[in-house]
């Protein structure tokens, strides 16, 4: 098996939270070394962020593996320099700040460039570093509302819904990360120099939005939330059973018609005018109110069975308890376990994706703050002298 893919990429982590550090934590489990900077004091937020073990977010714990932590105070200039010191000898520097940040502390991209003209920077934001709306604050909820996800997401009639997790942020972190790769491609391959990405939280949904625009632009349709079904694709819903819900996905013409049949209602199944999913999206209703009177009838194992029997595409509803004792997951190796550097063993989703070559692995825990703050700026050619004067000033720890 060959070496990680980006081993020898030096990566300078400014962001915090969630997006910039999850382009970062993608880049770190290929391989590239992660220099996380955090300030002193608290560090990043997200180490105080849902549920804590011992003082520590177990969320941490997954967002920061494989990183090194480096304490350094960005408000004062000899903070500053330290970062632009380690900025000159990185391949990339990944920042998610308020469009102007940089610039205020004297880190805009064309002073970075003129420092290491190879520094590829990734810039994450809510509304991207340009436009009306550049230095606004910009968080994953608000992106997700002004992509057009949030008015989408649940029923009619009733208030917008989350998904219960920051899509928008890590969304974007990997569109950033997606964006470095290419970066270096052009850098490395093609004989190019450093360039910057900029990736907004609100374009990277957007991004996803599928036929929404084009069906606006050609035939002024506005679509509307619908719940668990998907319009204009049929059929595909979460149907209730006797004890829940259950999602059958029969969209597919073949699909649909050993759908029907395994359910008992081939006069649906060979209808000539539901052999198309055209014609099917027309009568969504009258399959699913079909498929509904079946599933209740029936158990959410017995449904899944006839599912399977019949090839159709089917699944349970998982919570993370069911994700966690899942086989299917066991066996692809697709849940990490990792000791913190409490003692504690931490779960976590493991590499994506899968390579077979050149797997991604975790070869570290998250750092405890400041954890190589020495080693890193020792590397950097700061003597323990020039160390224990910064550090007496706190713009090290």
Request: hydrophobic share 40%; with cysteine; proline share 5%.
């Amino acid at each position: 098996m060959a070496g990680q893919i980006l081993a020898g990429i030096r990566v300078l982590e400014l962001g915090q939270l969630i997006a910039g550090p999850f382009a970062a934590k993608t880049l770190a489990d290929f391989g590239a070394q992660v220099i996380k900077i955090e300030p002193p004091g608290q560090g990043d937020p997200l180490r105080k962020w849902r549920l804590l073990h011992e003082g520590t977010s177990v969320w941490w714990e997954a967002q920061s593996r494989n990183k090194q932590s480096v304490c350094v105070d960005l408000r004062q200039k000899e903070g500053q320099d330290i970062v632009r010191m380690l900025a000159a000898e990185a391949d990339v520097l990944i920042e998610n700040f308020r469009p102007g940040t940089m610039e205020k502390w004297g880190m805009s991209w064309d002073e970075l460039h003129k420092l290491n003209p190879r520094l590829i920077m990734l810039r994450v934001s809510g509304y991207g570093q340009t436009g009306p709306k550049a230095r606004e604050p910009g968080f994953a909820a608000i992106g997700e509302a002004m992509a057009g996800l949030r008015y989408l997401n649940g029923e009619p009639g009733r208030a917008p819904v989350r998904g219960g997790l920051s899509l928008g942020d890590t969304i974007a972190g990997l569109h950033g990360a997606l964006g470095v790769m290419l970066a270096l491609y052009q850098r490395d391959a093609r004989g190019g120099e450093g360039q910057v990405i900029d990736a907004a939280l609100y374009e990277s949904l957007f991004n996803l939005t599928e036929s929404l625009l084009p069906e606006y632009t050609v035939f002024g349709t506005v679509r509307q939330p619908s719940g668990a079904s998907l319009p204009g694709i049929a059929p595909s819903n979460a149907y209730l059973c006797k004890d829940g819900y259950v999602l059958i996905a029969g969209n597919g013409d073949g699909i649909y018609m050993r759908l029907m049949s395994r359910i008992g209602r081939d006069d649906l199944g060979q209808d000539p005018a539901l052999a198309h999913n055209d014609g099917r999206a027309k009568r969504a209703q009258e399959i699913d109110d079909a498929i509904s009177a079946w599933t209740m009838q029936r158990e959410i194992d017995e449904v899944l069975a006839a599912m399977r029997e019949a090839d159709v595409p089917c699944g349970r509803i998982y919570n993370v308890a069911d994700i966690a004792r899942d086989p299917h997951y066991r066996a692809r190796n697709a849940i990490a376990q990792v000791q913190a550097a409490s003692g504690i063993r931490v779960e976590m989703p493991a590499v994506f994706p899968v390579l077979s070559d050149n797997p991604g692995e975790i070869h570290d825990r998250a750092p405890t703050l400041g954890e190589h703050t020495d080693a890193v700026l020792a590397e950097a050619g700061l003597t323990e002298e020039q160390r224990a004067i910064l550090r007496a000033r706190g713009v090290i720890a």
